[in-house]
């Protein structure tokens, strides 16, 4: 009999991957997804534990849970609760103290071992407890990559693929080190292999995801270890693999070759999320960031005369340990001299196990909201403009998914901008023609003019079609 699985994914792209894979590794075993965890015979909370109050929203999405899991016991059904993630990673003992509806506790590195722990806590269950108590936060071996079923179902044109996990880098405020766990990074072959499968089902933009993905050192067959430039060309030559993204890289780990990659390779698509975290070099030290605003800027030049259409995003964390307004006011002369055409900015929340948490100058509160406030104000006039001088420009934008409105399509540009598509009546026609409302243009690249710049998203008329790959 089948069985539905509700997963609620929290937090970074590489959750969303994990969340994928999680789907597929229960698949086999007669669990489908479903939309709600009302219905769901097993529900999985994947969670972020990057910021503040992230387990405090994971332990009252529990309490929400055990509702629904109490009513179906009262009609002698089953339900399991499995916490997996960061959170689990780092609280999970804790976790199954405090919550006692809790049924399983796994890592990011141990989710292909969830039909196991399913039977086990299955087994706790028949042999008469409410929960079940089945926990595995292991750092294995054998990666989880060896193990995993080979994805079968891509529904959407752009996928993200997991290429490398973990961080080596101990930056004084994150808790990746930790919850990831040692930098990891998957061999060529394999990845090659998963794109390849990916390009057989459609799948045109491919992002390559790692917590430090700039650092990726995966073996190759022959010879030594390949770096994200050496990955990067592979790709691009897959048939069908027109455009490809990484995140998130690392400054320190932007060389001369993954830099003339920008400039080499078309797939390559013009833009790239380069954190810098703060501009104040007295911070940058105290964070353990490894370099200098100097460094920095000389990065971006390498980078802008390689390929001078280059959009740039960036991460910021404001109210670090020691920060004072001099170290802020060098953040936004850093932010004015690059010019983000986006950018996620954070308020500095400590972390327990991490150094900076321990430091005893923290900043107080209301400071950390002023200058978050000043900080995304400038941020967000940039990406304003960047998206004003897209007006008039026409781009090859890959249609995703339907807008609210009707004959519309949105999708993405090369510099990573959503793009509402407003379909012509000629086209609707046209469409209107196949088995599948808009299938002559869904999941295709085509050509776009913009005519109108939000701040968060651009419109654009349909120009033609793009030859596909
Ligand atoms: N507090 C605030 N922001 C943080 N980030 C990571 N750790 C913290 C923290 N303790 C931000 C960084 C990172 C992004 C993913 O999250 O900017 O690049
Ligand atoms: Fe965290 Fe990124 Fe620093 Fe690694 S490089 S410790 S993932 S912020």
Redo the contacts with the bound molecule.
């Keep these: 009999m089948s069985k539905k699985v509700f997963i609620k994914t929290y937090g ?1 792209q590489m959750n969303v991957y994990d969340s994928n894979r999680m789907a597929n590794v229960l698949k086999p075993h007669g669990y489908e997804m479903s939309e709600s965890s009302d219905d769901a015979d097993l529900v999985i909370l994947n969670t972020c534990h ?3 109050k992230a387990a405090e929203k994971v332990y009252s999405e529990i309490g929400r849970l055990k509702k629904n899991k109490v009513a179906k016991a009262a009609e002698g059904n089953d339900m399991f609760i499995a916490i997996a993630g960061c959170v689990a990673q780092a609280e999970g003992a804790e976790m199954m103290k405090r919550a006692p509806a809790v049924d399983m506790v796994l890592g990011p590195q141990t989710y292909h071992r969830l039909p196991e722990m399913l039977k086990e806590a299955q087994a706790q269950r028949d042999a008469g407890r409410n929960s079940s108590r089945v926990m595995d936060t292991e750092f294995p071996v054998d990666t989880k990559f060896d193990h995993l079923p080979e994805e079968s179902d891509f529904d959407n044109p752009a996928q993200f693929l997991t290429i490398q996990e973990g961080c080596d880098k101990f ?1 004084a ?4 080190p930790y919850t990831r766990g040692a930098e990891y990074s998957r061999s060529v072959a394999d990845v090659i292999s998963e794109a390849e499968r990916m390009a057989a089902k459609g799948v045109v933009e491919i992002t390559l995801l790692g917590q430090n993905v700039n650092a990726y050192h995966g073996a190759e067959e022959q010879g030594e270890a390949a770096g994200l430039a050496a990955l990067i060309k592979a790709v691009a030559a897959v048939d069908g693999i027109s455009r490809i993204r990484y995140t ?1 890289s690392h400054p320190r780990d932007m060389d001369d070759e993954l830099i003339n990659v920008h400039r080499d390779v078309d797939a390559c698509m013009p833009y790239l999320h380069l ?1 810098v ?1 703060s501009g104040s070099d007295k911070i940058l030290a105290a964070m353990n960031r490894q370099h200098t605003r100097e460094d920095y800027f000389a990065t971006i030049d390498k980078l802008r005369a390689a390929r001078p259409d280059l959009a740039l995003s960036g ?3 404001v109210g670090f340990p020691g920060e004072t307004d001099q170290d802020f006011e060098d953040t936004l002369d850093l932010v004015r001299r690059v010019k983000y055409a986006q950018a ?1 900015s ?6 327990p196990g ?1 150094p ?1 948490s321990t430091i005893e100058e923290q900043v107080p509160e209301e400071v950390k909201s002023a200058r978050l406030a000043r900080l995304q104000d400038l941020l967000e006039q940039h990406q304003q403009e960047f998206n004003d001088a897209s007006v008039g420009m026409e781009m090859d934008i890959l249609l995703e998914r339907e807008g609210k409105q009707a004959g519309q399509l949105i999708g993405r540009s090369p510099y990573l901008q959503a793009v509402h598509v407003d379909l012509q009546t000629a086209d609707i026609a046209l469409d209107a023609d196949r088995d599948t409302p808009y299938s002559g243009y869904m999941d295709k690249l085509v050509r776009v003019k913009i005519v109108e710049a939000g701040q968060r998203s651009l419109k654009g008329e349909l120009v033609g079609t793009v030859p596909q790959p």
Excluded at 346 to 351: G, L, M, Q
């Design positions: 970074c990057i910021r503040e930056c405020f994150c808790v990746v998130t954190p975290q991460d910021f964390i996620y954070f308020k500095y929340s400590p972390r991490t900076a």
